[in-house]
């Protein structure tokens, strides 16, 4: 129930398991492709992660209170969207300053999920 309160998905695929999980707070993507909180694609980045900060933080909960932010770096649903570098960076820098333990949640990144991993072969082996 914990990770299925997790998710922003369709409600189609949270139905008959409510209800979720409490404390569980969910906040925008930066999505340079459809910027979320009437921000450009260049200012999306920071639009979310002052959202984060200012917003969530300030108002739905005390950072003391946080155990974790969850955060996929590459979303699969809805087309792969690539987190911007300064995001995770931010985020990463908001986690540190509060405490927060930060969950990277690599499902399309994960292992030969974004590309070939190459190891050498031992003798007789055909793995590359």
């Known amino acids: 129930m914990g990770a299925l309160s ?9 139905r008959g398991f409510g209800p979720m999980m409490a404390g569980v707070y969910h906040a925008p993507y930066p999505d340079r492709y459809r910027p ?6 260049e200012s999306c980045a920071a639009a979310c992660i002052d959202y984060i900060e200012h917003q969530l933080l300030t108002h739905l909960v005390s950072p003391d209170e946080v155990a974790a932010i969850v955060v996929e770096p590459i979303q699969g649903e ?12 931010r985020l990463r820098e ?11 949640d690599e499902v399309q990144s994960g292992m030969g999920r974004s ?5 050498s072969s ?3 082996s055909s793995r590359t």
């Open 6 to 14: 997790l998710t922003a998905s369709k409600a189609i695929q949270r």
């Open 36 to 41: 979320p909180l009437g921000a450009t694609a």
């Open 78 to 89: 809805g087309g792969y969207i690539v987190a911007p570098d300064e995001f995770l960076q």
């Open 94 to 104: 908001l986690t540190m300053k509060h405490g927060i333990l930060l969950v990277v």
């Open 115 to 119: 590309g070939r991993c190459s190891r």
């Open 122 to 124: 031992s003798p007789g």
